[in-house]
């Protein structure tokens, strides 16, 4: 994967939360009565968790480039903090009004965050766990059928979001431990090459040593009878 997927993420996940509006602005199925018919109290709320989610996930999602390709989350517990926070607004949104379910969308965003914090087996736990709060939240609006066809569908879509962005971090490490093993392997090659020029040298300088310590011991026999003999 390239240095800019984790920024990219992070831009689709804003615009994919941007563009959870688009429905309502374009007043599809009548989604603007629908909102209208709220309470004040009950706007106000939808309005709130929406605009949270968003500026939770604009924080949460600083430095993502680097959970992807080292997995290292720094203040991983505040984020799981942040995490808890996205859950909540999306929950807290789609309690007062989905759009027609438009609006558990806001989940898959989150679920693409998980396994840069959590463990597979968590990731799904917490998934499951939001998708069936999911099917709690949408049942005064689109009934007992509907509601747990959008869950089941929404924990689906969710666990494959996070399934290929955990196949994208496993990937990435990856090639990034190989890189590692890699220049290491190159290193220790170097210096065992060092060490055989190194071990050479030093063969052929005892060589030497050694013949020229012949020689001369040599030499100093033929002095010593070349002297007898006067």
């Given at each position: ?160 979001t996070a399934l ?41 300088a005892r060589e ?23």
């Amino acid at each position: 994967m390239h240095t800019n997927t984790g920024p990219l993420l992070r831009l689709g996940g804003l615009l994919g939360w941007l563009g959870l509006l688009v429905p309502l602005g374009l007043d599809v199925g009548g989604r603007q009565e629908t909102l209208r018919q709220l309470s004040p109290l009950a706007f106000s709320l939808w309005l709130g968790a929406y605009l949270s989610f968003g500026l939770t996930y604009l924080w949460m999602t600083t430095g993502i480039a680097q959970w992807i390709a080292t997995g290292d989350v720094t203040r991983r517990s505040i984020r799981l903090l942040g995490s808890l926070t996205l859950t909540l607004s999306a929950l807290t949104v789609n309690l007062m009004f989905s759009s027609a379910g438009d609006m558990s969308m806001m989940l898959v965003l989150l679920a693409a965050l998980l396994p840069g914090l959590l463990t597979w087996r968590l990731t799904l736990l917490w998934i499951a766990a939001q998708s069936a709060l999911l099917g709690v939240c949408l049942l005064h609006q689109l009934g007992m059928g509907e509601a747990l066809y959008t869950a089941l569908f929404m924990c689906i879509t969710q666990s494959l979001t996070a399934l290929l962005i955990y196949v994208v971090q496993n990937e990435r490490r990856a090639r990034q431990a190989l890189g590692a093993l890699n220049v290491q392997y190159r290193f220790t090659h170097a210096l065992l090459q060092q060490a055989t020029r190194d071990a050479e040298r030093t063969r052929i300088a005892r060589e030497l040593h050694d013949a020229l310590g012949h020689h001369l011991v040599d030499d100093h026999r033929h002095d010593d009878g070349y002297s007898s003999q006067w």
